[in-house]
């Protein structure tokens, strides 16, 4: 059974660094890419970072570009969304995904992603 199990959320004041935390286990872990996404109240779900299996090839959305550090280590079966200088529209529930297929290409789409946590929530206050 897969689970994926996210950690690390909490309530933060604008400018405050915060790492979040994705558990994975009953998958093969270090041969899919992982993603986080978030959801913030009243709207889509949406791309945040993805992350190769090796770890080597990342990309981030624009609103996460120089400020968000996505990384993974597949001896722990986890992946990290280091997130710095924070702000009041980063307000939302993260999720990671994992996309099941070994070896496979990076994705912003999050139907391409198979499996999911349940979500941490962040806060970021002004």
């Known amino acids: 059974q897969v689970q994926l199990v996210e950690s690390g959320g909490g309530m933060v004041q604008a400018g405050a660094s915060l790492r979040v935390s994705c558990a994975a286990s009953?998958?093969?872990?270090?041969?899919?890419?992982m993603a986080w996404f978030r959801q913030a109240p009243g709207k889509k779900r949406e791309f945040v970072s993805a992350?190769?299996?090796?770890?080597?090839?990342?990309f981030y959305a624009d609103s996460a570009e120089g400020r968000f550090i996505i990384s993974r280590d597949n001896v722990k079966n986890t992946v990290y969304l280091q997130m710095n200088d924070l702000k009041p529209e980063d307000t939302a529930v993260y999720y990671c995904?994992?996309?099941?297929?070994?070896?496979?290409?990076?994705?912003?789409?999050?139907?391409?992603?198979?499996?999911w946590g349940r979500g941490t929530q962040v806060t970021v206050s002004s």
């Open positions: 995904a994992a996309r099941a297929r070994s070896y496979g290409s990076l994705s912003r789409n999050e139907y391409d992603y198979d499996y």
């Open positions: 009953g998958l093969t872990f270090s041969s899919y890419p």
């Open positions: 992350i190769s299996w090796r770890g080597g090839n990342t």
